[in-house]
């Protein structure tokens, strides 16, 4: 198995207090890993210092090489970034909002190249938010600048796709194409790591990291039962998971 991501003794502080302790996890080339656990175990810590946007002490190894030796233009040429809650000028066209994603692609001399034009317009078709272009990003509802924002990170074409929350202020029927696009770049060969809160999507992924007061307490198959067991504790046994009609769903505990 190939391995995209490796921490070794993994920590992190945030105004004072440590929020990840000694993680040392690997995550595996061309799969989704999904990062699941309650509000407050770490698991937006645990990403930002995975893309190298929060110190950390330990290491970060991308296809083995530290993090800490990588230009931030070979970052960015490597890593795609969707975060949370992300700001962004509303007076940009949702065009030219898109278009960042192929920044690391382009010199300070040239303009976007055919290329970028294609990928920019394909990332936006895949969102649908290709009716959009020409409009400010201000003008957008909450779900439809998410959608704008998954589009900037397609567009950026990178080997390897962090997202942190990329659900937020979707509707159901977006949420289903997001994970038709998490497939089609799973094809592609990309390795995709999210956060997510939604449990019965998340059991869609292939490898499920279970995280717990800034610590990795599981990390295995997403269909294993040990998985499951270690999910439904992190949530003090409030949740079940359960297998029907060939998917798992995600009950109360009765």
């Known amino acids: 198995m190939s391995i995209a991501l490796q921490t070794q003794g993994l920590g992190a502080t945030l105004a004072g207090r440590r929020v990840l302790h000694q993680i040392d996890l690997c995550i595996a080339a061309k799969r989704w890993t999904c990062v699941l656990g309650p509000n407050g175990a770490g698991k937006t810590s645990l990403l930002k210092a995975?893309?190298?946007l929060l110190p950390h002490t330990g290491q970060v190894l991308w296809q083995g090489q530290a993090l800490s030796t990588l230009t931030r233009q070979q970052r960015a040429l490597q890593l795609s970034w969707l975060g949370q809650g992300e700001a962004s000028t509303p007076d940009l066209r949702v065009w030219d909002v898109a278009m960042l994603g192929r920044l690391p692609h382009q010199t300070w001399l040239d303009g976007p190249s055919a290329q970028d034009q294609a990928m920019v317009e394909a990332a936006l078709k895949a969102t649908h938010a290709w009716d959009w272009r020409e409009r400010p990003l201000g003008e957008l509802s909450g779900g439809e600048r998410q959608r704008v924002l998954l589009a900037r990170a397609?567009?950026?074409?990178?080997?390897?796709?962090?997202?942190?929350?990329?659900?937020?202020?979707?509707?159901?029927?977006?949420?289903?194409?997001?994970?038709?696009?998490?497939?089609?770049?799973?094809?592609?060969?990309?390795t995709v790591v999210s956060v997510l809160h939604e449990i019965g999507m998340a059991l869609h992924a292939d490898d499920i990291v279970v995280m717990h007061e800034g610590q990795v307490v599981h990390h295995g198959a997403a269909g294993d039962a040990?998985?499951?067991a270690a999910i439904e504790s992190v949530f003090a046994h409030r949740i079940r998971i359960h297998a029907l009609k060939g998917q798992w769903v995600v009950l109360p505990r009765v």
């Open 154 to 190: 397609l567009a950026g074409n990178a080997p390897l796709m962090l997202m942190d929350e990329p659900l937020t202020n979707l509707d159901p029927p977006h949420q289903v194409d997001w994970l038709e696009q998490v497939h089609c770049l799973l094809a592609q060969g990309t």
């Open 226 to 228: 040990a998985t499951h």
């Open 50 to 52: 995975l893309a190298g």
